[in-house]
């Protein structure tokens, strides 16, 4: 069973960035494509950006949504077994609670996310 731990959100100004954090509890994230989710409330959970698994030289291959393109950057470290989320330029839009999840996702893999407000 495979246990994932999302950090890092917040209150942030409109403009602001964030870095959320993603930690799994079993070598075996290293071999999944990994993303970001993020669900606001009244709205589904929709995906925001992946990452895939990676080389021992480089990193994994990365895709957005476009409504975070340009402004969010995905990245991985699997020797901590994390994920990370870089997002800058946050607008109000954006806030939503945020998970972490392999693509595509597992049911039994959703945490308790972590909340993201951007606000003046």
């Known amino acids: 069973q495979v246990q994932l731990v999302e950090s890092g959100g917040g209150l942030v100004q409109p403009g602001g960035s964030l870095r959320l954090s993603c930690a799994a509890s079993s070598n075996i994230f290293k071999i999944y494509t990994m993303g970001w989710y993020r669900q606001a409330p009244g709205k589904q959970r929709e995906l925001v950006a992946t990452i895939t698994s990676g080389t021992i030289t480089s990193g994994g291959t990365t895709n957005y949504a476009d409504s975070v393109k340009g402004r969010f950057t995905i990245s991985r470290d699997n020797a901590k077994n994390t994920v990370y989320l870089q997002m800058n330029n946050l607008k109000p839009e954006d806030t939503a609670v945020y998970y972490c999840?392999?693509?595509?996702?597992?049911?039994?893999?959703w945490g308790q996310g972590t909340q993201v407000t951007v606000s003046s």
């Open positions: 999840n392999k693509n595509p996702p597992r049911p039994d893999y």
